[in-house]
């Protein structure tokens, strides 16, 4: 098919500007509210506005509009996608836990600890956090990641 010359350059716009907003969504870490929804529908899969709400903890009361709100925002940053379910959509993570864990820590070794990972793991030895089993599987995946370097 035969686009215009206006359609092009309309469809380069379009394509151009999803381009920059997936590029935004892959950089920006998501707020406080968003990750404790992203970390219910990464528990359950997949699920409606009811099923996240049900998937609060005790005591947090959200309103189901908040709720629905911050997943369209999900969804608005790529992060989520919607299928319509009846009445309402099903929101599936479309981000997977493993890239924005990876994503959050180069976030912080860049911007907290200088860029530098080492500074990262002696904080954490240097809090008193972890337990002696924590430190002997660190030194295990430390020597694994080591046979295959």
Known sequence: MIYSRETQVAKTKVKAKSLVKASE????LLTEGELELMTILWRIGEGSVADVIAGLPAGRDLAYTSVSTILRILEQKMVVTTRKEGRGHIYV?????STYEARTVRH???RVFDGT???LVKQLLDSGQLKSKDIEELK???NRQKETK
């Open 140 to 142: 295990l995946l430390i």
């Open 117 to 119: 990972p080492v500074a």
């Open 93 to 97: 993570p479309s981000l997977e836990k």
């Open 25 to 28: 969504s892959e950089s920006k």
């Open 108 to 110: 912080i070794v860049d």
